[in-house]
T-cell receptor, first 113, second 112 residues
Framework: DVKVTQSSRYLVKRTGEKVFLECVQDMDHENMFWYRQDPGLGLRLIYFSYDVKMKEKGDIPEGYSVSREKKERFSLILESASTNQTSMYLC????????????FGEGSRLTVL | AQSVTQPDIHITVSEGASLELRCNYSYGATPYLFWYVQSPGQGLQLLLKYFSGDTLVQGIKGFEAEFKRSQSSFNLRKPSVHWSDAAEYFCAVGDNFNKFYFGSGTKLNVKP
C-alpha cells in the first residue's frame, strides 16, 4: 500500500516562528502536493511538485514556500508563521498518469498563537 | 476555470436509509472525477473514481457514483447507510496536468 507520512500530527507555534512540515511517500510517485483544509472551504492547493527540485504555485502560495530535494520528500515551510495560518495541512502524492488519484497523509494540524 | 460544487454542507440520514450526495463540476474537457471520504482527524481516502467508460462507477464500502455529462454531475450514492459512514465527503475533479480541484465537502451524520 502507498504510504504518505506527515512527520507531525499536531504542532503549536508562536507568531513569527519558522515552521517546517515534512512529508514522505514510499511509492516513488512523481507528484507531491500540499493542501490546506479549513472548514467550509474544502481543500485549497498551496504548492505542488512534479519532480525533484521542481515546484509550482497553487491557489494560495502566499506566506509559504516548499522544498523537494529528494523524490520521496516534500517539505512545506512557513517562513514567519501568522495566526491566519492556523489550519489542517494535508500532503498528498500521485503518479503522472491520466486519472492517477491522490494518496493523502493523515494531516498536520498547526495552531499559531 | 475548473470548479467543483457540493451544494449540501450537512446531511443527516437514518441508519439503513439510502444516501445521495450531490456534486457538480465545471470543466472544459472530459473530467477525471473522484470521491474521497475523511474520517475525523484523518487524511482523505479514495472511495471511487471515474475517468472513462461505464458512467456508473462502483467503489469501496458499498458506494457508487454516476457520471452524467449533460448535467455536469457526479453524485455519490449508497443504498443503505451504516453508522460507520458518518464522515466528511469530498468530490474532486482532476485535469490533464495532475492538478485536482476539490469541493467544499459534505458532512454526513447518521442517526441510530
Amino acid at each position: 500500500d502507498v504510504k504518505v507520512t506527515q512527520s507531525s500530527r499536531y504542532l503549536v507555534k508562536r507568531t513569527g516562528e519558522k515552521v517546517f512540515l515534512e512529508c514522505v511517500q514510499d511509492m516513488d510517485h512523481e507528484n507531491m502536493f500540499w493542501y490546506r483544509q479549513d472548514p467550509g472551504l474544502g481543500l485549497r492547493l498551496i504548492y505542488f511538485s512534479y519532480d525533484v527540485k521542481m515546484k509550482e504555485k497553487g491557489d494560495i502560495p502566499e506566506g509559504y514556500s516548499v522544498s523537494r530535494e529528494k523524490k520521496e520528500r516534500f517539505s512545506l515551510i512557513l517562513e514567519s508563521a501568522s495566526t491566519n495560518q492556523t489550519s489542517m495541512y494535508l500532503c498528498a502524492s500521485s503518479v503522472t498518469s491520466a486519472a492517477g488519484e491522490l494518496f493523502f497523509g493523515e494531516g498536520s494540524r498547526l495552531t499559531v498563537l | 476555470a475548473q470548479s467543483v460544487t457540493q451544494p449540501d454542507i450537512h446531511i443527516t440520514v437514518s441508519e439503513g436509509a439510502s444516501l445521495e450526495l450531490r456534486c457538480n463540476y465545471s470543466y472544459g474537457a472530459t473530467p477525471y472525477l473522484f470521491w474521497y471520504v475523511q474520517s475525523p482527524g484523518q487524511g482523505l481516502q479514495l472511495l471511487l473514481k471515474y475517468f472513462s467508460g461505464d458512467t456508473l462507477v462502483q467503489g469501496i464500502k458499498g458506494f457508487e457514483a454516476e457520471f452524467k455529462r449533460s448535467q455536469s454531475s457526479f453524485n455519490l450514492r449508497k443504498p443503505s447507510v451504516h453508522w460507520s459512514d458518518a464522515a466528511e465527503y469530498f468530490c474532486a475533479v482532476g485535469d490533464n496536468f495532475n492538478k485536482f480541484y476539490f469541493g467544499s465537502g459534505t458532512k454526513l451524520n447518521v442517526k441510530p
